[in-house]
């Protein structure tokens, strides 16, 4: 009888681990989908918004230019181990508000290997991100270059006069727009990280 209620007590405490390790397989899964969920939801939510400097996308300008200039800085960056040189063909230029511009930047693959890359941007001041309209930018599609190719990136924007109506920016004088490419490789990275952690949760081999 003894050893009965041994064996008994021995499949409760099976049972509830392998319910243990069931729940934390399911949660570690839900948090992974939440927050692969919650990267588009956060950049439809700064698209929209403008929040931190987030720029807006225009399919045309209906707006008419005013008097109020504005000065653009353009800022160029490169991150990771993307083999790039990268710049703004112009480092500043001032227009009217509501007037389409039309800039270029410019990049080259100076490795050994083709490359592709995706650029992240945003202006500062981030207040002035729902103002800043582009009607054509490199940003909206990945990039690739084979070793030693090079192009001009164009971008054409406007920045909407409602900005002189906000009492927030009405001593602002220049805008910096700045873009930041990162190598496709080092995102295929940093997203297949938290799938392997999860594969290991209950001890079954990550897939490669």
């Not at 209620?5 to 992974?32: H, I, P, Q, Y």
């Not at 710049?87 to 230029?93: C, F, G, L, N, Q």
Request: some cysteine; glycine content about 6%; proline content about 5%.
């Amino acid at each position: 009888m003894h050893e009965d209620k041994e064996t008994m007590d021995g499949k409760k405490a099976g049972r509830a681990n392998k319910s243990v390790a069931l729940a934390c397989v399911v949660f570690v899964s839900c948090m992974v989908g939440a927050a692969y969920a919650a990267v588009p939801l956060y950049e439809i939510f700064c698209q929209v918004t403008g929040y931190g400097g987030t720029t807006q996308r225009a399919e045309n300008s209906d707006v008419a230019p005013i008097d109020r200039l504005i000065t653009v800085r353009f800022d160029a960056n490169v991150g990771g181990n993307l083999p790039w040189d990268f710049k703004a063909k112009s480092r500043t230029i001032t227009v009217p508000m509501g007037e389409v511009a039309e800039v270029a930047y410019f990049a080259k693959n100076i490795g050994s290997v083709t490359a592709g890359a995706t650029a992240t941007f945003n202006v500062t001041p981030f207040e002035a991100g729902p103002y800043f309209n582009k009607l054509e930018c490199f940003c909206f599609t990945d990039q690739s270059l084979e070793a030693g190719e090079d192009m001009d990136m164009p971008v054409v924007f406007f920045v909407d006069p409602e900005m002189d109506k906000d009492p927030n920016l009405k001593a602002i004088r220049e805008i910096t727009l700045s873009y930041t490419f990162f190598s496709d490789e080092d995102e295929n990275e940093l997203t297949e990280k938290p799938v392997a952690a999860a594969a290991k949760i209950d001890g079954t081999p990550e897939k490669l």
